[in-house]
């Protein structure tokens, strides 16, 4: 399992690098699988379970070596902080809303003998997460993935996704899920709409 927090939704992982943003964005709680938050306080053992897994996977995906990554509780907040700022960006981006302004957070642009340029995270504990995440999100951007990245219009779920659709119309990580539940929710409330008018014209 290279990418926990994404898989415990059945969802098929972003390109490369970018499935580390997805995952952390997929720690979040989720409603309607009662799916908990896997960056709550109090919980560091499971948070450092979760990031050897995700910095594992993000490794094996951009060709890297292997990461040790040590998180402490004062991470935790930290995390969920550059979380909420990732989904507001993406949600900003989706409805052409006000910019965010990211967590800043270093990195380390190098030359490699095949004279291609290298972006390496930097930092420790959740400054290296958050270098490593805006980094392959700043790599995204120029690639055109990072547009493809979307939360889940389904408030209750929020699942992070990324958008395989051939014009990038998805709304729902899930269209058999989120989106038939949106369908039936539309429906009822035509439904309501039109019982109400009726009424409203018996009563005239």
Known sequence: MNWPATERHCLTPAPGGLALVQDLLNTAPAVPAALPDLLADGSLGAVQEWA?????????????????????DDDLP????????VRRALAAGDCGGEAVRFTSAPVVVGLAG?????????????????????????LAQASGHWR????????????AFYDRSRNN???????????????????????RGHSEEEDSGVMA
Do not use: M, Y
């Open 114 to 138: 095949d004279g291609t340029l290298t972006i390496e995270p930097e930092g420790a504990g959740a400054r290296w997460l958050a270098s490593a995440v805006l980094a392959e999100g700043l």
């Open 169 to 191: 119309s998805g709304v729902w990580h899930s269209v058999r899920g989120c989106g038939n539940a949106a369908h039936l929710r539309a429906c009822r409330e035509r439904r």
């Open 78 to 85: 930290k995390l969920r902080c550059l979380r909420d700022q």
């Open 52 to 72: 050897d897994q995700a910095v594992r996977g993000w490794s094996g995906a951009t060709g890297r070596g292997d990461v040790q990554l040590v998180l402490t």
């Open 148 to 159: 493809r990245l979307k939360i889940c219009r389904n408030a209750a779920c929020s699942a």
